[in-house]
């Protein structure tokens, strides 16, 4: 699959990159730095200890380079600094054999209000479509998070019905979860906004 082959996305302020060994301590520095807000959101986040982050790291490294992961995270970097400042990628709801490609992303609180997450979900999009050649890109979204909502509506994600059926598909520690979820969806690049990425391989 292509998509074990990125080596980095860059946009004009932003490096997205799979993981790395040793991310483990910026990583978990921004999100306990943004616990708080996290924790409203991300499950992942109710158990912010360096261990658990240097597992998960260490974990989707190695399924990166064995080509087995159902994750595709990447850490956000602030290109001016190379500081890690979120994550982001393609989340366990991706479809690889459909074309189909979900982002999920979350950013530290200290750089929020930058119009940043629009931008790396932007190119993330882009990559999807242009690269991987993606049928379609999806973000599930809390109904309550205004915020990655309007992420969503900036770049054009049109809000999609869910099936009954695909609602049973999901795994069962994210049931209670799923009917608080909204679906957003791109079939395409028209009309996203303009943006200068590039990707390396």
């Known amino acids: 699959m292509r998509i074990y082959n990125l080596q980095k996305i860059e946009t004009p302020h932003i490096i997205l990159r799979p993981l790395q060994m040793g991310d483990e301590?910026?990583?978990?520095?921004?999100i306990n730095y943004s616990l708080e807000s996290l924790q409203k959101w991300m499950p992942w986040a109710q158990n912010p200890r360096l261990a658990t982050t240097r597992n998960f790291v260490h974990t989707e490294v190695a399924n990166w380079i064995a080509k087995s992961g159902k994750n595709f995270p990447m850490n956000v970097i602030e290109?001016?600094?190379?500081k890690i400042i979120g994550g982001s990628g393609f989340n366990e709801d991706t479809l690889i054999d459909k074309g189909i490609y979900t982002?999920?992303?979350w950013l530290d609180i200290r750089y929020r209000g930058q119009g940043l997450v629009t931008e790396f979900?932007?190119?993330?999009?882009?990559y999807a479509?242009?690269?991987l050649h993606a049928q379609a890109v999806h973000i599930r979204i809390d109904q309550a998070n205004n915020k990655s909502i309007a992420v969503a509506n900036r770049l054009g994600?049109?809000?999609?019905p869910t099936s009954h059926q695909e609602d049973l598909n999901i795994n069962t520690s994210k049931q209670a979860i799923q009917k608080?979820?909204?679906l957003f969806t791109r079939?395409?690049?028209?009309l996203l906004p303009p943006l200068e990425v590039s990707w390396y391989e």
């Open 25 to 30: 301590i910026s990583l978990n520095e921004c």
């Open 79 to 82: 290109k001016s600094t190379k």
């Open 103 to 105: 982002i999920g992303y």
């Open 121 to 126: 979900v932007n190119g993330l999009t882009r």
């Open 129 to 131: 479509f242009e690269h």
């Open 157 to 160: 994600f049109i809000p999609t």
């Open 180 to 182: 608080d979820m909204l």
């Open 187 to 190: 079939n395409n690049i028209s």
